[in-house]
């Protein structure tokens, strides 16, 4: 493989990840002012600005990989819909409180072994990033896992409203999985991780959360996908809308 | 009247009221009316700025924008926990805020309708919040003077942070600066009425002031910020948007115009342009959370019910 | 008064009228899909459609008066929000269908006598657009005003909704009633309608409704503004950045 | 029998069968069926193009796309209105669909991700809905057959819409072809999926044809889809998704390659992009709206006693 090569892919990787915590951040902003208690507005700003956080270093080092000179507002505010490879599960709108704890659920329990493993990287920005990153999940893990508990096991409604979220949501979680030629190429180099060892321990973490919730996971079907090649869902195009509103209505200005 | 005499006699010694000592039920009540309006308005000030968050111009500013929310969200929880000290829950509060019947501060009856207002409100409105809250980091009861020495330390940071991001603003291009002076025009006389109405039409001062809850007259505070304020408007290159002001060289001060006080009581009374988008939208979140706070609770006492019956097993 | 002058006003007052046009039809336009029976998905599309055709005409017309170059597209979609003017009213968010329903009485309520009257007006532009405008807001009188009726005195439900309508909105429509300079200058000219002209006939129609429909007026009191000086609501923004997405997103191409 | 064998002759000598004539009840329920899943498409189909209304780049293509979409929903109404003269309702209908028992054509799963598929829709979905209405138009059921001629005008009308849509992109710019191109490539395949199963597989062919509903099979309208649309295509500079496409010179056929008919079963079965999101739509449309339906049945029966009222005071 020749460097060239490389470089498109570990941008094309970068940018997922960095897509992944835009989108995600940019969904649990919506929140604020509006969550059930006032400990969940600042809790999921917190988490929201984790993901921000995590964006901001993962776009700085895909516009450095890419070397055309694109900063971070640059690759969030000026690509197009189809341009965005998050995965479809960040994207899915707020719902109810139960959809949005899920949902964080599904990514976080995800994301904590990838990025613990990522920590292993050869290419040492990436490496850096999950380390700060690793510790962030962590957080969030454990604030999805125990509101997932206290919604699955508190009341009727909210055992109802949670289960349906994990129903919903879950023909979102097999695209976490997927490796295409990218992935393949980057694992294969020791710069990616690779999704498929990590199933066991996702399985793991969200089989001894929905449990103690008493929920039930739904057995493995059909999975939607789309996201990484740029195929999202419909309310997808009206968050960017929103999001890039200031770039794309004040071109060239700075802020 | 010995305990009274006993109280004003610590209070003018500086010392601090803590929440288990003798006090006299108008300094409970007048304290509790204070900090819980001042929690209220933290929570309801989330709204105006959270409106830009989906929209913040660059990841920079989203994150800043809802780190500032967040601690404004983190005031509203110490403050409601110094007005429970004093006997009051947070229920109540909440309750009295979404029947309307509690105030919180007016200014955020403002809409934020451009970019530039996220920094009009740090520089302007938190701006205003700190000249009122220096002053109350002494103020005499204690839990409600800590609260407000955090409070002020976060709040000059978010002050700072607007006035920054104005500057970045005017530095940039002419119709940035234009928007700059725009969001000043709408927001300048809504700041000064922060301050609360003249001395002379200001009903609680003097007993504040005895009390040590106040430290100086709303019209004092109003002039501290005119002259902090007029020159950093200067600095950005803005007007004011008062032909009357103008500087007294004898005084050292900025003298201002006329405030529409008018306007004031109007939307004190409820008639703002988003008095009722604000409560509406404190409401709908309250009324959507419902299912959300019920469950923590029955999930709460389910675990302690297992907990006892465990420990009952285990005797 | 110079030609300029009346120029700049003529440009003010037709760009109010297109703002309302276009940012009503927009909110209408909303519902396409999602109204509660298929009948009003079909007749709030039509009265949409209406307000659309409106809003090309007269920006059209606006941008010939201000002779810049400037076509319809460039002034819907290229302006920003503190240069809209339309009034308050139009913008508010749909809400449930009865104050969809409330929102478009009270203005067509208004518009169809000001249209009846600008057919006299000396501008022979205003006057055809107001000919063709007075038969559309006709029928979107008798449409809403029917649904008033049935909404106010259906159930016990619809009723509360109607009458929450009603009392959300009026505070909305003393705009409708403003004078400014422009407007003075352009009725004194014999080019522009005096809304003054217009409140009896607008009070009577609405009492005549609103008793029939068993709903109360609420008292004249306190009415909001600034909407003509384009200070509007915070959904006012929300609504552009989805309006506009298309022209700041690809600037410069035809569709 | 002897019923039977008249029905039979009078479809046979292209008589329009009409609503009170004598039919058999596999007739019926086949054209229930077929027309109400008829309308039921019309309904879904508003909303992938509803999508975008609040975002169409231009005032005109605005106003096009809603009365595109009025146009739809006026076909539900007369589709519906068809299918009562069967004797069914269209609450009975609704509930149907709602509850996921009826379907509704599957291409309406799929999202419209960019403006150009607004454009993609009317040339291919409304193309191939055209292919299979146009025969239908002569079908032996006279309602149906009425509400077709009507429908298939407004659908032509809306093919030429998108086509001319699609072409003013491929002419503006390149970017602007490659969204198009993109379109096409997302929309060709669910487009000849519309056609249904291949004659080979297909359930419910040789007794409609015999009914005189259908007059091609689904292959023989295919392929004259195939065959008007790829040229179009070409006009446009685009290119098809389809490696194994080819024009037969003897046929005078574009042979086009292996359609997935996995994706087809499988987003038929609930499992496409949308599915969910479709019927929660409608769901929730349905059921905010319910208070509205139930005020006007209020309010008409209060007018009929009402003037039942009157109407005896006045004997």
């Known amino acids: 493989m020749t460097t060239t090569d490389q470089t498109a892919d570990l941008f094309a990787y970068t940018l997922r990840l960095a897509d992944d915590a835009a989108i995600l951040g940019q969904r649990l902003g919506e929140w604020c002012g509006h969550a059930p208690t006032l400990e969940e507005d600042i809790g999921l700003a917190n988490v929201a600005l984790d993901h921000i956080g995590q964006a901001r270093a993962l776009y700085t080092y895909a516009g450095e990989v890419e070397g055309e000179g694109r900063d971070e507002d640059q690759l969030c505010f000026l690509r197009h819909e189809r341009q965005f490879n998050n995965c479809l599960l960040v994207e899915q709108p707020n719902g109810d409180f139960a959809q949005t704890i899920l949902r964080q659920f599904f990514f976080s329990a995800f994301m904590l072994p990838l990025w613990r493993e990522l920590k292993g990287s050869k290419d040492a920005t990436l490496a850096a990033i999950a380390a700060k990153a690793e510790k962030e999940a962590a957080y969030h893990v454990r604030h999805s896992a125990e509101w997932t508990i206290r919604l699955g096991d508190g009341t009727t409604e909210s055992h109802e409203r949670a289960q349906a979220a994990v129903d919903q949501l879950w023909p ?8 295409d030629g990218v992935v393949e190429r980057l694992v294969a180099a020791g710069i990616a991780v690779d999704p498929a060892s990590l199933r066991d321990e996702w399985h793991a973490t969200l089989r001894e959360v929905l449990d103690e919730a008493t929920l039930r996971l739904p057995p493995d079907g059909w999975f939607q996908t789309g996201g990484r090649s740029g195929r999202h869902s419909e309310s997808f195009g009206h968050l960017l809308s929103q999001m890039q509103y200031m770039q794309r209505a004040w071109p060239g200005h700075k802020w | 009247a010995a305990l009274l005499a006993a109280f004003q006699a610590r209070v003018d010694a500086e010392e601090k009221i803590e929440p288990n000592d003798w006090m006299p039920e108008a300094y409970r009540k007048t304290l509790v009316r204070q900090i819980s309006q001042h929690a209220h308005s933290e929570i309801v000030g989330m709204l105006p700025e959270g409106n830009w968050i989906s929209r913040a111009p660059t990841l920079k500013r989203k994150a800043a924008l809802l780190a500032k929310v967040q601690d404004e969200g983190g005031h509203g929880l110490y403050l409601y926990s110094a007005a429970e000290t004093l006997g009051v829950s947070r229920e109540e509060l909440t309750e009295q805020l979404l029947s309307g019947k509690a105030k919180y501060s007016s200014i955020f009856n403002y809409p934020t309708l451009t970019w530039a207002d996220i920094g009009a409100i740090g520089w302007l409105v938190d701006g205003a919040a700190i000249m009122n809250q220096i002053p109350l980091c002494r103020c005499s009861f204690g839990p409600y003077s800590r609260a407000m020495i955090r409070v002020c330390k976060e709040e000059s940071f978010h002050q700072r942070q607007g006035y920054e991001l104005l500057l970045e603003m005017c530095r940039s291009s002419e119709e940035q600066k234009e928007m700059v002076q725009d969001a000043l025009n709408r927001w300048w006389w809504p700041s000064l009425m922060m301050f609360g109405p003249s001395d002379t039409d200001s009903k609680h001062s ?10 100086f007259t709303n019209d004092e505070l109003r002039q501290k910020f005119v002259d902090a304020t007029v020159p950093q408007a200067h600095y950005l290159g803005l007007t004011l948007p008062d ?7 004898e005084t050292g001060h900025w003298e201002y115009g006329e405030i529409d006080w008018e306007e004031f009581s109007r939307v004190v009374a409820g008639n703002g342009p988003c ?16 299912w959300v706070r019920e469950a923590s609770l029955a999930y709460a006492e389910k675990r302690r019910n297992r907990r006892e019956a465990a420990r009952i097993a285990a005797e």
């Open chain 2, 206 to 215: 003097a007993q504040s002031m005895a009390w040590k809850i106040k430290r």
């Open chain 2, 243 to 249: 032909p009357d002001l103008k500087f007294n060289e």
């Open chain 1, 172 to 179: 979102y979680t097999g695209e976490l999985f997927e490796i």
């Open chain 2, 275 to 290: 008095n009722r988008e604000r409560l509406d939208a404190r409401r709908k979140a309250w009324d959507e959370g419902a």
